[in-house]
């Protein structure tokens, strides 16, 4: 069984940064990355990155977010930089093994 650990949510001003983190237990993983969704929206893609190191991002977040993994650790992280109110959402991470597995979630409040 697959379980996934997120760390790194909070509270920040906007302009601020943020790094997340979602270390998985068990084989390495194809692709890493990371949805979030915010009230009353629907869950959204952020960023995804291969066992290759080939990274896709949300036109919202291209240029102020970065997603990297450590294979050898098998965590992927996510550094958000320049955060805005409008990122403000809970951050799910997710691996593929090619079934997807899910984190628990962690909170991001930007405030204006």
């Known amino acids: 069984q697959v379980q996934l650990v997120e760390s790194g949510g909070g509270l920040v001003q906007a302009g601020g940064s943020l790094r997340l983190s979602c270390a998985a237990s068990?084989?390495?993983?194809?692709?890493m990355g990371w949805y979030r969704q915010a009230p009353g929206k629907q869950r959204e893609l952020v960023a995804i990155i291969t066992r290759g190191g080939t990274t896709v991002y949300a036109d919202s977040v291209k240029g102020r977010f970065t997603i990297s993994r450590d294979n050898a650790k098998n965590t992927v992280y996510l550094q958000m930089n320049s955060l805005k109110p409008e990122d403000t959402a809970v951050y799910y991470c997710f691996v593929d093994l090619p079934s997807r597995y899910w984190g628990q979630g962690t909170q991001v409040t930007v405030s204006s």
């Open positions: 068990g084989s390495t993983f194809n692709a």
